[in-house]
């Protein structure tokens, strides 16, 4: 089935540990988004890509790092310079081409630090 | 992109129509309103979208007033698995979505 998977489901970061969370689409969407969730909030923006080799920075890009190495692929790295880095985090896909903007979700990540 | 404004928090009876506002007045003429939905823990859910006319689809119908500065999402027929936060959202071409705190839907047997 076509769709947005994320891995893992649950996470658990140490202190100082960078962890990659992962994202992959085969729904040949262009545009790949991560989104960071807090309990009881909306989703923030952390950063976005709309082409293979090119991001862009969102709301809350600090303490973060992405690749776009693959069309299908938008791996997120949580570093040690996140201080508060317990959330759901969310991936979502789009295709560039359409004229609207709808984006389609993964079931989510949740990053917990021990 | 254009600010939206939901209430906080709704509650339907099950079997009755939910009938969810928004506010978009600053919405700038190529904006598209969208709504999207998320039950607990899980990825939001696209419902439907509009720009100038009313929309309906297997999900829901979206009514967009005349002027555009509000829209009504309507569930016609909620169940309890409609309970979740639905939100709002006024953007154009590809930019990034911008969540607000969205409206909690409680629908109760």
């Not at chain 1, 081409?97 to 630090?113: E, M």
């Not at chain 2, 928004?22 to 939001?44: A, D, F, K, L």
């Not at chain 2, 419902?47 to 009504?72: F, P, V, Y």
Request: neutral net charge.
């Amino acid at each position: 089935d076509g769709g947005i998977t994320q891995s893992p489901k649950y996470l658990f970061r140490k202190e100082g540990q960078n962890v990659t969370l992962s994202c992959e689409q085969n729904l040949n969407h262009d545009a790949m988004y991560w989104y960071r969730q807090d309990p009881g909030q909306g989703l923030r923006l952390i950063y976005y890509s709309q082409i293979v080799n090119d991001f862009q920075k969102g709301d809350i890009a600090e303490g973060y790092s992405v690749s776009r190495e693959k069309k299908e692929s938008f791996p997120l790295t949580v570093t040690s310079a996140q201080k508060n880095p317990t959330a759901f985090y969310l991936c979502a896909s789009t295709s560039h081409r359409a004229p609207v903007n709808i984006q389609y979700f993964g079931a989510g990540t949740r990053l917990s630090v021990l | 992109d254009a600010k939206t404004t939901q209430p906080t928090s709704m509650d339907c009876a099950e079997g009755r129509a939910a009938n969810l506002p928004c506010n978009h007045s600053t919405i700038s003429g190529n904006e598209y309103v969208y709504w999207y939905r998320q039950i607990h823990s899980q990825g939001p859910q696209y419902i439907i979208h509009g720009l100038k006319n009313n929309e309906t689809n297997e999900m829901a119908s979206l009514i967009i007033t005349e002027d555009r500065k509000s829209s009504t999402l309507i569930l016609p027929h909620a169940t309890l698995r409609d309970t979740a936060v639905y939100y709002c959202i006024a953007i154009s071409g590809n930019t990034p979505l911008v969540f607000g705190k969205g409206t909690r839907l409680s629908v109760i047997a």
